[in-house]
């Protein structure tokens, strides 16, 4: 059996008696998209910083590629090839967008001269070549979350973590996000993504891990989940649930 490329085991994180995440575990395959889904407080990013160093779980383990990375630097989890992107984004405004990703590049590259071959090759894969040399500062909302992806592409990592990387955009956006998603994971990149657009995250899913009050209510395919009624009645709604099974 293939060993999981993340494996949340137990997880619990704690901020004086409140309970942000409690008891979460799931698994995420090598070249997966799995989602993670869940209403606004449920824990979602706080899980994401426990898997990512930013905080050390209360209690469980974190292990990728079958390392126990719990609690490590968040620097030397980017250096095994996990990294993350956040729900807010914050470029080097007065950088260009090219040495916005050269920062990511030098992880790996010792020379500048193969730094900026890691970076070009990046901003052609996620649409920024023609603005590389654009302030970052000056950047559409859109293209400073393609800038996000693209600082973590140049580390050259096995997984990316997207925290909410479609929110705040229009139609158009949306679907040249989702089409970036499927491309990364066709490049062999494997995938755990938050987001709040169902219309959007379902249809690229494999799984679907869903979070309420920082507890997992439900792990699944996309249509298991979009049809399990507890989810409905805590996030999806019987709205969207009489949409989807239209459709």
Request: charged letters at 25%; one cysteine or more; a positive charge.
């Amino acid at each position: 059996m293939q060993e999981p490329m993340l494996d949340v085991q137990n997880v619990t994180m704690k901020f004086g008696s409140l309970v942000a995440n409690e008891n979460v575990s799931f698994l995420v395959k090598k070249g997966e998209i799995v989602s993670l889904i869940g209403p606004n407080g449920a824990g979602k990013t706080t899980l994401f910083n426990c898997i990512t160093g930013f905080y050390k779980p209360y209690a469980g383990r974190v292990f990728f590629k079958g390392k126990d990375i719990t609690g490590l630097p968040t620097h030397r989890i980017t250096a095994m090839g996990l990294t993350r992107t956040f729900q807010i984004v914050k470029p080097l405004k007065e950088m260009t967008v090219k040495e916005n990703v050269l920062t990511g590049a030098f992880l790996r590259m010792p020379t500048k001269k193969e730094a900026e071959k890691v970076a070009e090759e990046v901003l052609e894969m996620t649409g920024l070549y023609g603005k590389k040399d654009y302030l970052a500062g000056s950047l559409t909302i859109a293209d400073k979350k393609r800038l996000e992806i693209a600082r973590v592409l140049a580390t050259k990592p096995e997984m990316i973590m997207l925290d909410e990387a479609m929110a705040g955009l229009n139609q158009t956006e949306i679907k040249e996000a989702m089409e970036l998603c499927l491309n990364l994971r066709d490049r062999g990149i494997t995938l755990l993504i938050v987001e709040h657009i169902m219309e959007a995250i379902m249809p690229i899913s494999d799984r679907v891990v869903v979070l309420n009050a920082g507890k997992k209510i439900a792990e699944g395919s996309p249509e298991e989940v979009t049809n399990n009624e507890e989810v409905i009645k805590a996030y999806l709604g019987e709205r969207y649930h009489a949409k989807g099974k239209k459709s």
